[in-house]
């Protein structure tokens, strides 16, 4: 049986180095200085909050009708509804919440 979700979790968080031994009061203010580290560990987290999510990916069911030979890798194409989602939440907002401000005055 494999390990469950949060083992392999808190498993690349050690690799990535998110995660580790307890560090002083001085050590943890250190790197929170350091924009390199921050900036690291960032992606690190934003890698494994891919990995971790499987329905923030859409595939499609089927494959394309004909494939074309060549020499080229054909590449699924992957549809991200969360992230569409949002950017199109924060569209609306922007656009809308101008008008109704407008609206009344």
């Known amino acids: 049986m494999p390990p469950s979700q949060l083992k392999q979790?808190?498993?690349?968080?050690h690799q990535h180095g998110v995660l580790g031994p307890q560090k002083s009061?001085?050590?943890r203010k250190a790197t929170a200085k350091d924009a390199q580290k921050r900036t690291q560990r960032n992606a690190a987290l934003e890698s494994i909050r891919e990995r971790f999510n499987p329905f923030e990916t859409k595939t499609s069911a089927r494959p394309q009708k004909y494939q074309v030979v060549s020499n080229k890798d054909t590449k699924k194409p992957v549809d991200r509804p969360g992230v569409?989602?949002?950017l199109g939440e924060e569209r609306r907002r922007e656009t809308l919440l101008r008008e109704l401000q407008t609206r009344n005055k």
């Open 84 to 86: 569409t989602r949002g």
């Open 9 to 13: 979790l808190k498993a690349s968080l």
């Open 25 to 27: 009061k001085k050590q």
